[in-house]
């Protein structure tokens, strides 16, 4: 039996869930800070909140942070790496890895992803499903692609940016810290950090954050 404690029982935690037992695992419980109040009908056990997972270290093979936040995802799967977790990564087996396509630690690869040759996923990223991430990509730490996404060929992504369902960046594009990419989007020119861009081609939408 491989135990997998997955923290962040929201709908991404249900995909998550769903990717850990097609790679093998069998028990699959979820932590959540919304517990006991958490009354989202899963069906796996919620045992706790963050401060409950701490606690069962021994008790699991695996541990997972399914949190779609990228801020909040870094924080939490920061502690465990530093508190020496066991924290894994889950590729659908149905996902595509071409040839020294690496991901690192706390990353899931969403079913019908494709990352092609020599593409490089940073710590804690999603690549949600069927999305494309195209030969020499280097994606950074804690970022999240979309469903349905396309990346060209040697595109970099920087750590934190967050790629709306279905946008495409072209080739050889390199998108700075914490960009978000709205949904549909194409992105046809380097994106400066903290950037918010939308529409075809993609430019900034002007937001007093
Ligand atoms: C880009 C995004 C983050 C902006 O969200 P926001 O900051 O709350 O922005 P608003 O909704 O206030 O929209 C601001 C303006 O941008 C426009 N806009 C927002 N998203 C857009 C998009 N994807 N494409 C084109 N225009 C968009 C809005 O129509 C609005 O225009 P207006 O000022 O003329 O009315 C969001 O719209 C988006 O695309 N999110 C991606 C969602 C997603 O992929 N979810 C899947 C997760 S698995």
């Not at 996902?95 to 804690?124: D, H, K, Q, R």
Request: hydrophobic share 45%.
């Amino acid at each position: 039996v491989k135990r997998l404690a997955i923290y962040g029982a929201s709908g991404h935690g249900k995909v998550v869930a769903d990717v850990a037992l097609a790679c093998g695992y069998s028990e699959i419980v979820f932590f959540d800070d919304r517990f006991p109040e958490l009354s989202r009908n899963l069906i796996w056990p919620v045992l706790g909140d963050w401060d409950d997972l701490l606690a069962v270290k021994a008790e699991f093979d695996s541990f997972f942070v399914a949190v779609g936040d990228n801020s909040t995802r870094c924080i939490k799967l920061q502690a465990l790496i530093d508190m020496s977790f066991p924290v894994t990564s889950l590729v659908h087996p149905s996902a595509i890895l071409g040839s020294f396509a690496t991901v690192s630690s706390g990353c899931v690869v969403m079913p019908g992803a494709i990352l092609n040759a020599s593409v490089a996923i940073g710590v804690g990223g999603i690549i949600n499903t069927a999305s494309v991430i195209e030969h020499d990509c280097r994606i950074g730490d804690f970022v999240h692609v979309g469903p349905n996404c396309a990346v060209g060929g040697g595109s970099v992504i920087g750590d934190y940016c967050w790629i709306g369902i279905g946008a495409t960046i072209s080739n050889n594009i390199e998108l700075n810290k914490a960009v978000v990419v709205g949904a549909g989007a194409v992105v046809v020119k380097n994106i400066a950090a903290n950037l918010t861009v939308v529409g075809c081609p993609a430019s900034p939408i002007k937001k007093d954050y």
